[in-house]
């Protein structure tokens, strides 16, 4: 089969790292991919979103098999456009069509479909311009901390968490007021939920269901879980408390009636749900949904997989889910980002990056990289992703770390705490 990934970012890198292994990969293209894709893969000089571009490199290459990265061109619609084209409709695809992708790209549509399956979740309101004195109320009438997301893609910072009820009405001010654009023309708040978070990723057709190994991520700058929020600055799997008993609880009471669900509204869900949830002694709530793969947990959960990620894929495409068999490895995998100097702020491109020959332990994910001539140059917020497997935690971090060790570049910034609240547990 020849097959193209869509996007540019470590997960992108991890899907085709995976997928490359399975015997039936015949050509492998990346759109637009990184140095590190460029490794293993064709990339094609492609914007995610140019769905005419991407249409006729896929028919240039005689492409089998699309898989989609990012939300963006989910959102936007890439399925319908290959769906509504009659030289492309009978290309196989993963990822959801328009409506699908509407539980990651509107909070309010992914709350209301939540309440309306009886999936356990935080409460909410939905609050736009015009009831904001509706929402303003609400804040009152909730305990702090207090939770605004955006309802649209703001780029995974559309999210404010205070305690401060003064700082929570200014900010659902602003955020009515544009300060994420249109994704915040509407703020859903939030009751806030007590518990530890995770993230347990699903493989559906639409009817069957096949549940990957589950993550734990760290989504803030600094070390202890301090500063702001990022695109997630490392990863874990397994999750320790994340048992048999809960992660049955998590079938029964989530992931079930999301699949049954999207049945019910007529929803053709072909692809990956990422399910954001929060242990709450002991009882999974739903804290959001995403349409596709984490980002940094794919570099985790695809080292884990030792069955044939493109099979999975291929059948997932074709509605056949349920004759594939999922094999897990017992290994630990952990991966830790590397980052640029400024970001989550703006940062500076096309700091030249050495060591990267050196990076022997484990696994180095592209994520923010470009190739320049023969060099490697940093090309976004999140750099490069160091993933180790051993057989416990710590042994994978020993890995993630050792690599960082040989990796260089001016102003490379990492967490070195990853896992180590799961250590105590």
């Given at each position: ?338 980052v640029a100097e400024g970001y989550p702020g703006s940062y500076e491109k096309g700091r030249k990056m050495t060591g990267l020959d050196q990076a022997f332990k484990g696994i180095v994910f592209h994520a923010g990289t470009a190739p320049d001539g023969d060099q490697v140059v940093t090309n976004g917020g999140r750099v490069i992703a160091s993933t180790g497997l051993g057989s416990d935690i ?32």
């Amino acid at each position: 089969m020849n097959i193209l990934v869509i996007g540019a970012g470590g997960r992108e890198h991890a899907l085709a790292w995976k997928i490359k292994q399975s015997p039936e990969c015949n050509d492998l293209f990346v759109a637009p991919g990184n140095a590190g894709t460029r490794a293993l893969a064709e990339n094609l000089a492609i914007g995610v979103n140019d769905f005419e571009a991407l249409g006729k490199a896929v028919l240039d290459k005689s492409i089998d098999l699309v898989i989609v990265g990012p939300e963006e061109p989910l959102v936007k619609g890439i399925r319908n456009y290959f769906a509504s084209n009659e030289q492309l409709k009978n290309v196989l695809m993963v990822g959801p069509d328009e409506v699908g992708a509407q539980l990651e790209g509107s909070k309010d549509f992914s709350k209301a479909f939540m309440v309306r399956n009886n999936i356990p979740t935080a409460g909410s309101l939905t609050v736009t311009a015009s009831n904001l004195s509706e929402g303003l109320d609400f804040l009152k009438k909730v305990e702090a901390p207090y939770v605004l997301k955006a309802d649209g893609l703001a780029a995974g910072k559309g999210v404010i968490i205070t305690s401060d009820i003064k700082e929570a009405e200014d900010s659902l001010k602003e955020m009515l007021d544009g300060q994420f654009g249109a994704a915040s023309s509407k703020v859903l708040i939030e009751e806030y939920l007590h518990g530890i978070e995770l993230s347990v990723f699903v493989l559906t057709d639409g009817k069957s269901y096949m549940t990957l190994p589950e993550a734990k991520d760290y989504k803030r700058i600094g070390e202890g879980d301090t500063g702001p929020n990022t695109g997630g600055m490392g990863a874990v799997s397994p999750v320790s408390f994340a048992d048999e008993t809960f992660m049955k609880k998590v079938e029964d009471k989530v992931i079930r009636p999301t699949v049954g669900g999207l049945q019910a509204d007529g929803i053709d869900f072909i692809g990956f749900l990422f399910i954001g949830l929060m242990n709450v002694n002991g009882e999974p709530y739903v804290i959001e949904y995403n349409v596709r793969m984490g980002d940094p947990e794919t570099e985790v959960v695809m080292p884990r997989i030792q069955s044939d990620m493109l099979s999975h894929l291929t059948a997932a495409a074709k509605g056949e889910l349920d004759k594939e068999q999922l094999a897990i490895k017992p290994e630990t995998a952990t991966t830790v980002v590397a980052v640029a100097e400024g970001y989550p702020g703006s940062y500076e491109k096309g700091r030249k990056m050495t060591g990267l020959d050196q990076a022997f332990k484990g696994i180095v994910f592209h994520a923010g990289t470009a190739p320049d001539g023969d060099q490697v140059v940093t090309n976004g917020g999140r750099v490069i992703a160091s993933t180790g497997l051993g057989s416990d935690i710590q042994s994978a971090l020993d890995q993630s770390y050792e690599n960082l060790q040989s990796i260089q570049w001016e102003g490379m910034n990492f967490r070195k705490d990853i896992g180590q609240d799961l250590l105590s547990l």
